[in-house]
């Protein structure tokens, strides 16, 4: 998120990140996947900006590479 900030030139003040991960079955293949909802909140910027550090922290973070395509991730800005 500090990298990001830095990148859209915007003082990001802290930031938290509550996530709720859940195991939900795909009726098609009768697997379970893993899906995550992500609630952020970014201290000292205004909501646009706040999802756009947000956007651009989740194209830039290994975690968020490592598992793209494999787990279902909802980003949303509180």
Known sequence: MGVAAKN???VLK???I????SLVKDDS????????IFN??????????AEKIVKEAHTI???SNATRGN???QLNVV
């Open 71 to 73: 787990i279902d991730i």
């Open 8 to 10: 859209q030139k915007a």
């Open 18 to 21: 509550d996530s709720k991960v």
């Open 40 to 49: 952020i909140k970014c201290e000292g910027v205004d909501k646009a900006t």
């Open 61 to 63: 973070c290994p975690y």
């Open 14 to 16: 802290g930031s938290s």
């Open 29 to 36: 293949t009768n697997k379970l996947n893993v899906s995550v």
